[in-house]
């Protein structure tokens, strides 16, 4: 993964914390900055569900330091806290499904957690930059497109409640005791080390691992819904260059892609590049209609202004890289395992 432009050698020794390391996205950001030079530290304690995989820091395995412990765990935080100059915080659930079924676990994960953990960086280190890895789901069903940051927040289920209030946590550090937090309100991101084995975490996770499977893709309703996709090389180059804010820098800005795409062209592209079925059309089954927040994508102008972040990588390129990650890690677990059925 390439740095663009200002970023060149900004992270050549700095200190950093990743929460969520192990996850999706913050595993590619992790990879990234260890290619930056940077001395990174992972607390990731792989709550089940939320994504957490080793696998994801195989690349850099033996240039971090890894701490399985809990984020609220104050022992080990007080040991890794303080020495840290920025601090990313991805670590959370972002399931809209399991939000229903299960309110209280994601309660615990996305407020509780998060809150014992910044109240540990505001006594241990009050001086370190901290941006946090928010949701478009705040937003709820939007009231005009593009959504830009001064669209009203509704959330349509409980993971964008919590995660709207994991915000708080963090602007509050930033007004009262004069933090320097942000907080990025990310879109639909996809791109190697997602997820793809669960479905409750969206729709492009299941869409990816059913085409790899050779199956036919399900879209959901007339298939016409926008969304903003966003590779996940773009979404890593947002974090790195927030990273580096200075005392201007806003408390939120939008992470996504401005030019939406329909969701039954998002399926084509990628059974096309698969070598899957052209995907079919279904009505919505009742649990996924309640929380469809219909056409959905993002004004980022804010943050190509006060950053010059743009995302790079186009629908196809995405989703072929993605494809091929996938299949060239499969390639690698069946040569180290012969007898490993897939």
């Known amino acids: 993964m390439k740095v663009h432009g200002i970023l060149r050698n900004s992270y050549q020794g700095a200190r950093v914390l990743v929460t969520g390391g192990m996850g999706f996205i913050g595993s590619n950001l992790v990879i990234a900055l260890v290619r930056e030079g940077a001395r990174v530290t992972v607390v990731d304690s792989q709550v089940p569900g939320c994504g957490a995989n080793p696998a994801n820091l195989d690349p850099v395995r033996e240039q971090i330091e890894l701490c399985t412990d809990d984020m609220e765990n104050v022992a080990s935080m007080q040991q890794l806290i303080p020495r840290q100059e920025i601090i990313f ?16 676990r994601d309660l615990a994960i996305n407020c509780t957690a998060q809150l014992q953990f910044l109240d540990l960086c505001r006594t241990l280190n009050p001086g370190a930059t901290i941006v946090y890895a928010s949701s478009r789901q705040i937003y709820g069903r939007p009231k005009y497109l593009p959504v830009d940051e001064d669209h009203p927040v509704n959330p349509a289920d409980y993971n964008g409640v919590h995660k709207f209030a994991a915000e708080q946590y963090h602007f509050l550090l930033r007004r009262q005791f004069h933090m320097r937090t ?14 793809i084995e669960q ?3 969206g729709f492009i996770d299941a869409f990816v691992r059913i085409a790899l499977e050779g199956n036919r893709i399900v879209v959901f309703g007339d298939g016409k819904q926008l969304r903003g996709m966003l590779y996940v090389e773009d ?23 401005p030019k939406p795409v329909p969701l039954f062209e998002i399926a084509r592209v990628l059974s096309e590049i698969a070598g899957a079925p052209p995907p079919q059309l279904k009505p919505f089954p009742a649990d996924r209609l309640a929380i469809d927040i219909g056409d959905f994508y993002q004004n980022t102008e804010k943050i190509r202004r006060d950053f010059g972040w743009i995302p790079r990588v186009d629908l196809q390129g995405g989703l072929e890289r993605t494809v091929q990650f996938f299949r060239a ?13 897939s």
């Not at 907080?183 to 639909?188: D, S, W, Y």
């Not at 979404?235 to 892609?257: K, Q």
């Not at 890690?329 to 059925?341: F, G, I």
């Open 182 to 195: 942000l907080c990025l309100r990310l879109g639909n991101v996809y791109g190697p080390r997602q997820a």
């Open 89 to 104: 915080n991805l670590a959370g659930e972002i399931s809209h499904i399991n939000s229903i079924t299960n309110p209280p």
């Open 235 to 257: 979404a890593v180059a947002a974090f790195l260059r927030t990273g580096l804010a200075g005392p201007g820098a806003a408390p939120v800005y939008n992470v996504g892609n």
């Open 329 to 341: 890690r499969k390639r690698r677990t069946l040569d180290a395992d012969p007898h490993s059925v």
């Open 199 to 201: 479905d409750c975490r």
